[in-house]
């Protein structure tokens, strides 16, 4: 399972007053229980970094999971970033988080994923410091919230045997992804809901349709009830998009194209967006996914909070975020449920299509000994 290591000593490291004494950096590969198919292609495993960030009596867990064509970062490099990163802070004292975010971004352009692995950790760490949960620094608190789960591409059965697996643990709304085949995914998008029980239902296409297929797809999607229509375009075709949410009545949701409060602004004056879906891992960790959903909340747009194939670690730190913010209306977070052993236990627990956050400080994640 661990495929790669790496410990390095600190000194003379704080982070808001808290000593740093080591760091330790983990690339993991764990098999999925089944392969995940979007439009963007397939995911076979799962290769997350894990930084550990240890002080005198507490250790911060943090991860980082990519999907090199959302991100641009691919597992092997993802690990090196955060290994760059934690070294870069020997010797350092930084006053408090919004430092540590300078510090991050002044280290490398981009690398989303590496920079959120070492933000998730600073949480951890300083929330065991001061006894208390991610939520209650956040401002938020420990709720219970419901979660879509996922169905990947496939064929009309396999679909349909996935959407009786999720009923029968009582899954209360569903994501299809689409985006390959625009006549197959009708196909399919109608056959999963006149099988539905009350469940709701959105689609998601990782951007793999051009206008025409978006705009025939949209309409079967109104006809059918659909929540939303997620990223039917290409990140940056704004213009597209403000035309689709003209020719279609279902709203649309982004999210390849929203990693920044910046981004948000850009879908509001481009009339592109009817919703944003943010992610830690585009977003550089908890503090800059708080501030793109804070730029949300400003001008009224709703939000998701979604996540990549992760552990339990990386979705409990999106479950604070998303109890911390009024203005999100929906979690994607089962990105858990695709691993075939669990790095780590705790964080959350999936209970009759909730995610209930566990009690504890930090995360309250806990490593399992026997998966690593």
Same mark, same amino acid.
């Given at each position: 399972?661990?495929?790669?290591?790496?410990?390095?000593?600190?000194?003379?490291?704080?982070?808001?007053?808290?000593?740093?004494?080591?760091a330790?950096?983990?690339?993991?590969?764990?098999? +999925?229980?089944?392969?995940?198919?979007?439009? /963007?292609? $397939?995911?076979?495993?799962?290769?997350g970094v894990? !930084? %550990?960030? #240890?002080?005198?009596?507490?250790?911060?867990?943090?991860?980082?999971?990519?999907?090199?064509?959302?991100?641009?970062?691919?597992?092997?490099?993802?690990?090196?970033?955060?290994?760059?990163?934690?070294?870069?802070?020997?010797?350092?004292?930084?006053?408090?988080?919004?430092?540590?975010?300078?510090?991050?971004?002044?280290s490398?352009?981009?690398?989303?994923?590496?920079?959120?692995?070492?933000?998730?950790?600073?949480?951890?760490?300083?929330?065991?410091?001061?006894?208390?949960?991610?939520?209650? +620094?956040?401002?938020?608190?420990?709720?219970? /919230?419901? $979660?879509?789960?996922?169905?990947?591409?496939?064929? !009309? %059965?396999? #679909?349909?045997?996935?959407?009786?697996?999720?009923?029968?643990?009582?899954?209360?709304?569903?994501?299809?992804?689409?985006?390959?085949?625009?006549?197959?995914?009708?196909?399919?998008?109608?056959?999963?809901?006149?099988?539905?029980?009350?469940?709701?239902?959105?689609?998601?296409?990782?951007?793999?349709?051009?206008?025409?297929d978006?705009?025939?797809?949209?309409?079967?999607?109104?006809?059918?009830?659909?929540?939303?229509?997620?990223?039917?375009?290409?990140?940056?075709d704004?213009?597209?998009?403000?035309?689709?949410?003209?020719?279609?009545?279902?709203?649309?949701?982004?999210d390849e194209?929203?990693?920044?409060?910046?981004?948000?602004?850009?879908?509001?004056?481009?009339?592109?967006?009817?919703?944003?879906?943010?992610?830690?891992?585009?977003?550089?960790g908890?503090?800059?996914?708080?501030?793109?959903?804070?730029?949300?909340?400003?001008?009224?747009?709703?939000?998701?909070?979604?996540?990549?194939?992760?552990?339990?670690?990386?979705?409990?730190a999106?479950?604070?975020?998303?109890s911390?913010?009024?203005?999100?209306?929906?979690?994607?977070?089962?990105?858990?449920?695709s691993?075939?052993?669990?790095?780590?236990?705790?964080?959350?627990?999936?209970?009759?299509?909730?995610?209930?956050?566990?009690?504890?400080?930090?995360?309250?994640?806990?490593?399992?000994?026997?998966?690593?």
């Amino acid at each position: 399972m661990i495929l790669q290591k790496y410990h390095v000593r600190l000194k003379g490291t704080s982070i808001s007053g808290i000593g740093i004494g080591s760091a330790t950096v983990y690339l993991l590969g764990i098999p +999925l229980s089944e392969p995940f198919v979007i439009s /963007l292609g $397939t995911q076979n495993d799962y290769n997350g970094v894990v !930084v %550990e960030l #240890n002080s005198a009596s507490n250790t911060g867990y943090g991860e980082g999971s990519t999907i090199a064509q959302i991100t641009g970062e691919v597992p092997w490099a993802l690990y090196e970033s955060v290994k760059h990163l934690v070294i870069g802070l020997n010797g350092k004292a930084i006053e408090d988080m919004e430092g540590l975010s300078h510090y991050l971004d002044a280290s490398m352009y981009g690398n989303p994923v590496a920079k959120n692995a070492v933000d998730i950790a600073t949480h951890d760490l300083i929330c065991k410091e001061y006894g208390i949960s991610i939520s209650a +620094l956040l401002g938020g608190s420990m709720k219970k /919230l419901p $979660t879509s789960y996922t169905i990947p591409i496939g064929d !009309v %059965e396999s #679909n349909l045997r996935e959407l009786e697996n999720f009923q029968k643990i009582k899954v209360r709304i569903i994501k299809v992804k689409v985006g390959t085949d625009v006549k197959a995914d009708i196909q399919r998008v109608r056959a999963i809901s006149s099988r539905l029980q009350g469940e709701k239902f959105y689609v998601d296409a990782n951007q793999g349709y051009d206008l025409r297929d978006a705009v025939t797809l949209g309409k079967v999607l109104s006809d059918e009830g659909a929540l939303f229509f997620e990223q039917p375009l290409g990140r940056h075709d704004w213009n597209a998009h403000k035309e689709l949410r003209e020719r279609i009545d279902v709203p649309i949701t982004l999210d390849e194209s929203i990693s920044s409060p910046g981004d948000v602004i850009e879908a509001i004056l481009h009339g592109a967006a009817d919703m944003i879906n943010v992610k830690l891992t585009k977003s550089g960790g908890i503090r800059g996914a708080s501030k793109t959903l804070i730029t949300a909340q400003a001008y009224g747009i709703k939000a998701m909070v979604g996540c990549m194939i992760e552990s339990k670690l990386g979705i409990a730190a999106s479950h604070a975020v998303a109890s911390s913010f009024d203005n999100v209306a929906y979690t994607d977070l089962d990105g858990f449920q695709s691993i075939s052993r669990q790095p780590f236990g705790g964080g959350v627990e999936f209970v009759d299509g909730f995610n209930i956050p566990v009690n504890g400080n930090g995360m309250a994640v806990r490593k399992l000994a026997k998966n690593w």
